[in-house]
């Protein structure tokens, strides 16, 4: 089963109708040739003069001040077009914010903020929201990776990142039976580690070996639960390139399957969460989100060769 051209273009018509300028250009940028400076051009707007980002990058919190989040959804975009510039403004600017230690506690940086409670916002970013066992790794493992790849070695805030990373290694080999999202932020530290190729500094196939059998256990526990928010297969396995697709080959192909059955009239994916409140905001919010499930889902058909040609 393979998506076909007529409904390729359904939903590329949704997206220029629909999607903010952002997301537009990462659309143009993935499939239509599109130029990686536009996506950055467009990310800038979020960018607060500080180097962190707000103004609602991440979808589901309006808060327009630099947040550790919202930092790190601008870090996933620059990893999702592959910039890697350490030099230039937008990747030194977030540098510098972090190095702020900005809404940093302990050893981590805030999952939720006071401010993001004056802004129209999903009830998990609201601050009583926070939980230990989701505030962890989420961001701080993105981005205590991200400055071990982008941050000058000799710099205070690398050597904090280091002692950062290696106390969440530590902790993820003690403990590796953690949630979905704990476990992508895991995933994203231990791509940037490699990335920085300080593999020799961390227990690195230990913590690989780990991540995987963590992946294969949410992937079994979540089967049943696809049109639910739920672990799918190609939350890790996002190529015929990734270590365990041979593992999970045939419950893969059964997703992808899915995922093209499970498109609406509309040519594009219904999200499987709503806010409490903030109703008029959150239907914005909800045709955001819309655009960024149909840009990853048609990322992965298109990587497992389910779009025709």
Same mark, same amino acid.
């Given at each position: ?145 991200? /400055? !071990?790849?982008? #941050?000058?070695?000799? %710099?205070? +805030?690398?050597?904090?990142? &280091? ?5 969440? =290694? $530590? ?11 704990? /476990? !992508?932020?895991? #995933?994203?530290?231990? %791509?940037? +580690?490699?990335?920085?190729? &300080? ?5 690195? =196939? $230990? ?19 696809? %049109? ?82």
């Amino acid at each position: 089963m393979k998506l076909s051209k007529s409904d390729f273009d359904l939903t590329k018509n949704w997206i220029y109708r629909n999607a903010r300028h952002l997301d537009f250009v990462r659309w143009q940028y993935h499939f239509e040739n599109g130029c990686k400076t536009d996506v950055l051009d467009a990310l800038l707007a979020y960018q607060n003069p500080d180097g962190g980002f707000g103004h609602a990058l991440e979808a589901d919190s309006w808060n327009p001040n630099s947040t550790p989040i919202q930092t790190a959804t601008a870090v996933q975009i620059l990893k999702e077009i592959n910039f890697a510039d350490q030099k230039s403004p937008l990747i030194q600017g977030i540098v510098r914010y972090l190095g702020s230690k900005s809404d940093f506690e302990g050893n981590r940086w805030k999952n939720t903020v006071e401010s993001n409670n004056h802004y129209p916002h999903a009830p998990w970013w609201h601050t009583n929201s926070d939980q230990p066992t989701r505030s962890q790794y989420n961001p701080t493992a993105i981005l205590g990776g991200f /400055l !071990l790849q982008f #941050s000058e070695k000799d %710099s205070t +805030i690398y050597k904090d990142a &280091l002692e950062i990373i290696h106390h969440l =290694t $530590d902790s993820f080999l003690k403990d590796p039976q953690i949630e979905m999202h704990p /476990l !992508l932020c895991v #995933s994203d530290m231990l %791509s940037y +580690i490699h990335e920085a190729n &300080l593999q020799n500094q961390f227990s690195y =196939t $230990d913590l690989c070996l780990a991540l995987h059998k963590q992946v294969q256990a949410l992937i079994k526990q979540d089967a049943n639960n696809w %049109s639910e928010y739920a672990f799918r297969p190609s939350r890790y396995i996002q190529s015929p390139d990734n270590v365990l697709y041979e593992e999970n080959k045939e419950i893969l192909n059964k997703e992808l399957d899915y995922v093209l059955k499970s498109r609406n009239a509309e040519g594009v994916w219904d999200i499987t969460w709503s806010w409490e409140n903030y109703e008029k905001e959150f239907a914005v919010s909800e045709n955001w989100w819309k655009a960024d499930v149909a840009i990853k889902n048609m990322l992965l058909l298109q990587a497992f060769g389910r779009i025709e040609d």
